[in-house]
C-alpha cells in the first residue's frame, strides 16, 4: 500500500517553460488535495477535488491548473513557470467525512531560475 | 478563509522535558488536524480531532470548540520530536494551516 506518491520528487524549471505534477493515490479517497509551502510558512491550499471529474480554488490558485480524470489522480499544471512559483508542493487526499484526516505525499521541490 | 495562529513560533527544550503547543483558529470548523513535520519534510499526521482530548503515547491533543483552540502537549520529549508542528482548522472541505511552531530539542 503506496499511499500517496508525488511524481517527480525534485525538478528545476527555467522561467516560463511548462510542466505537470502527478498526484496518486491507492486509497481510494474522494478528496484530494495540492499545497505549496514556503519557507518559514505553513502549507496554502492552490486547488482541491471533492471527486473525480470536479475541481476547485483554493487560497492561492493564480498560476496553476489542475485535472481529476481519473479518481485516483490529481494533476496540478503550471503553464508558463515564473520564479515566485518556487516552492515545495504537497499533495494530499482524504475520504469524504469530515471525521476523516488528509493524509499526505514526501513532496516536491520545484525551484524555477 | 479561517486565520489560524500557532503559539510560540519557536520553542528550545532540553531532552525530557514538557512542552505545551497553541493553536488558535477564528471560526467554526469541522476538524482540526495535529502533523510533524520531520527534519526530511515528511508531514505526518498526529491528531485529528474536532473537540475534546485524544492521547498518543507522549503526545495528547485538546480541541475547546467553543473557544476555538487547541493545545498539543508532548510530555518526556525527544530528540527524534524535533522539527515543525502544524495546525490545520477544516471547514467547507478546506484545511487552513498554522505557520507552525518549530520546536528544537537538545540532548
Known amino acids: 500500500n503506496a499511499g500517496v506518491t508525488q511524481t517527480p520528487k525534485f525538478r528545476v524549471l527555467k522561467t516560463g517553460q511548462s510542466m505537470t505534477l502527478l498526484c496518486a493515490q491507492d486509497?481510494?479517497?474522494?478528496?484530494m488535495y495540492w499545497y505549496r509551502q514556503d519557507p518559514g510558512m505553513g502549507l496554502r491550499l492552490i486547488h482541491y477535488s471533492v471527486g473525480e471529474g470536479t475541481t476547485a480554488k483554493g487560497e492561492v490558485p493564480d498560476g496553476y491548473n489542475v485535472s481529476r480524470l481519473k479518481k485516483q489522480n490529481f494533476l496540478l499544471g503550471l503553464e508558463s513557470a515564473a520564479p515566485s512559483q518556487t516552492s515545495v508542493y504537497f499533495c494530499?487526499?482524504?475520504?469524504?467525512?469530515?471525521?476523516?484526516?488528509?493524509?499526505f505525499g514526501d513532496g516536491t521541490r520545484l525551484s524555477i531560475l | 478563509g479561517i486565520q489560524v495562529e500557532q503559539s510560540p513560533p519557536d520553542l528550545i527544550l532540553q531532552e525530557g522535558a514538557n512542552s505545551t503547543l497553541r493553536c488558535n483558529f477564528s471560526?467554526?470548523?469541522?476538524?482540526l488536524q495535529w502533523f510533524h513535520q520531520n527534519p526530511w519534510g515528511q508531514l505526518i499526521n498526529l491528531f485529528y480531532i474536532p473537540s475534546g482530548t485524544k492521547q498518543n503515547g507522549r503526545l495528547s491533543a485538546t480541541t475547546v470548540a467553543t473557544e476555538r483552540y487547541s493545545l498539543l502537549y508532548i510530555s518526556s520529549s525527544q530528540t527524534t520530536d524535533s522539527g515543525v508542528y502544524f495546525c490545520?482548522?477544516?471547514?467547507?472541505?478546506?484545511?487552513?494551516f498554522g505557520s507552525g511552531t518549530k520546536l528544537n530539542v537538545k540532548p
Open positions: 471560526d467554526s470548523v469541522n476538524n
Open positions: 486509497m481510494n479517497h474522494e478528496y
Open positions: 494530499a487526499s482524504r475520504e469524504g467525512l469530515p471525521s476523516q484526516p488528509q493524509h
Open positions: 490545520a482548522a477544516y471547514n467547507f472541505n478546506k484545511f487552513y
